[in-house]
């Protein structure tokens, strides 16, 4: 057989060949959200669990019958010294928990993100905190079945933590979500992730609520256990990493020519952001951050007070249905299971939508304006039949969280992606502990007079997102460019820095990461690399 012929058999095979290569690299692409639902739902699962555990351990200590079962006899007061002091102490010991998980991920996340950048290896932000989540459910199945003292929680919720928790997988889901994509499909990806975790939300409370009350714990914690080690298979095996072999070896040869220090190589790039006076990419950065953070302050405190106020509204008692029984609690679980629902399916469908004929600051004025709505009717209303238009009100409350963060991606170059997203997360850590205690000292010290006043409070909140956007946008209108590369800044890594950097700005442009990894042969990125 002559070699003209060799050639014209290999020439259809490397195309058969390059095609598997491309439907990999699709089908690789999704693995992340596989992995994020599952996450996030062994995640949204565990804390009405966790919280149900400890109240009804404290409870039975104190020889009171715990509420959330709806097992309140007629002759029960909850008005009784003993319901108050057991209600009291869990609350203490919930509020210990959650400050023992997001006091070490404030730390773990921000070592993890610049520890990602400086390898290249952003999968440690995936796989860590989900092998953090199955230790966390795999120590309260023991505690379970052993029934070891309670105090061993705290253990679990600070492995958690040191896992980077929840913050450490936002910040490298939002990295894969945005580098994985071609820039005009960013914000899509973003809100399709959004849309998993509102659907997590809801259906991990719904199946709480009405499991636990039927089968008991062990149960829903083998659950959230399967699914943690779901997320961290698909995470560690099935993700692919966004750095090549080649750029891992050329890396080390370069810093034996110029000796460096490990602390300033990893934190560098997290220092220089603070470096902020005089650049407006990193006011641009900065301030997209910031309003993130003030509207996720009142997101998340009102979603927690929501619960509190609503178990004492005497409307929600009066109605008793077969489906969720005595009591508000089954109600309460549904309406926000319904709420994220909604929210997160508005944010998946619609966001695409508005982006073609709205601008992405119209779009975020837009969320705004559906939480201050929905606020201020639950805030009003008295009424179980007429409460539920909120749901439809809070329909867009989801919109500027996927926004933002590709704002905030819009300005940075993705090989310090990771380290930007662990900034921005860890300021999600801190609220996810600071607001709920924040708004339910607002609403224990106002409810004597209305109840409902929190809400008006977390409306007035809103202005401030609301004026960090405004200044933004100015910012944006006067400094209109992408990303620019930090001025007066060395690079630790020397010359291997500068052709990272140059290819990251090749991928805010260019094909994702997915599509150079497979696509490209060694020979051509080896021309690439000459090229740049």
């Not at 959330?68 to 007061?77: A, I, P, Q, W």
């Not at 009591?327 to 929210?343: E, R």
């Amino acid at each position: 057989m002559s070699s003209n012929d060799n050639a014209a058999i290999q020439k259809p095979q490397s195309i058969i060949v390059s095609k598997i290569y491309k439907c990999i690299d699709i089908v690789q692409n999704y693995f992340v959200e596989i992995a994020l639902f599952f996450f996030f739902l062994s995640r949204h699962m565990s804390l009405p669990l966790f919280q149900e555990y400890v109240e009804s351990q404290i409870y039975s200590q104190h020889g009171v019958p715990f509420p959330g079962f709806g097992d309140l006899k007629e002759n029960t007061s909850l008005s009784d010294p003993a319901w108050d002091q057991a209600h009291h102490e869990s609350v203490l010991v919930v509020l210990g928990l959650q400050i023992a998980e997001g006091l070490p991920a404030i730390v773990s996340v921000i070592i993890l993100g610049a520890v990602s950048d400086k390898t290249g290896r952003h999968k440690i932000l995936l796989w860590l905190p989900a092998l953090g989540s199955c230790l966390h459910s795999l120590i309260y199945i023991m505690i379970l079945y052993t029934q070891w003292n309670i105090d061993g929680l705290f253990l679990a919720a600070a492995l958690r933590g040191l896992s980077g928790s929840m913050t450490a997988f936002l910040a490298g889901s939002s990295f894969y979500a945005i580098n994985y994509v071609k820039p005009e499909n960013r914000l899509n990806r973003l809100a399709v992730q959004e849309f998993l975790i509102g659907g997590a939300y809801a259906v991990g409370n719904v199946m709480v609520g009405f499991w636990v009350k039927d089968a008991g714990f062990r149960k829903p914690f083998l659950f959230t256990l399967i699914c943690g080690m779901i997320s961290l298979l698909i995470s560690f095996f099935l993700v692919q990493e966004t750095v090549s072999g080649q750029a891992n070896q050329a890396s080390p040869a370069v810093r034996r020519q110029r000796p460096s220090n490990c602390c300033s190589d990893t934190f560098g790039p997290l220092l220089k952001y603070l470096k902020c006076f005089g650049n407006s990419t990193l006011a641009k950065i900065w301030l997209a951050i910031l309003v993130f953070q003030a509207y996720a302050f009142v997101h998340i405190g009102q979603i927690n007070t929501l619960v509190l106020y609503l178990s004492q509204q005497k409307y929600l008692f009066a109605m008793e249905n077969p489906i969720t029984g005595g009591g508000p609690w089954a109600k309460i679980g549904l309406f926000l299971a319904v709420i994220m629902a909604v929210a997160a399916l508005a944010t998946g469908v619609c966001v695409p939508i508005f982006q073609k004929f709205l601008s992405d600051t119209k779009i975020v004025f837009l969320g705004f304006a559906s939480k201050a709505l929905g606020t201020l009717w639950i805030a009003v209303i008295h009424n179980e039949t007429i409460l539920y238009f909120a749901i439809l009100l809070l329909a867009f409350e989801l919109f500027p969280f996927p926004i933002l963060r590709a704002k905030v991606a819009r300005n940075v170059s993705p090989s310090e992606q990771g380290t930007v997203f662990a900034m921005m997360h860890c300021g999600e850590s801190i609220t996810y502990f600071l607001a709920p205690f924040m708004f339910s000292v607002i609403y224990a010290s106002t409810m004597s007079f209305y109840s409902g006043f929190v809400f008006i409070v977390s409306m007035l909140f809103l202005t401030i997102p609301v004026i960090l956007l405004l200044v933004l946008l100015f910012v944006e209108a006067r400094c209109p460019n992408g990303y620019q590369p930090m001025e007066g800044l060395s690079d630790p890594m020397g010359a291997a820095g500068d052709q990272a950097e140059a290819q990251s700005q090749t991928m805010l442009t260019g094909d994702p990461i997915s599509f150079i990894h497979l696509s490209n042969g060694s020979n051509d990125e080896t021309g690439n690399a000459e090229q740049l």
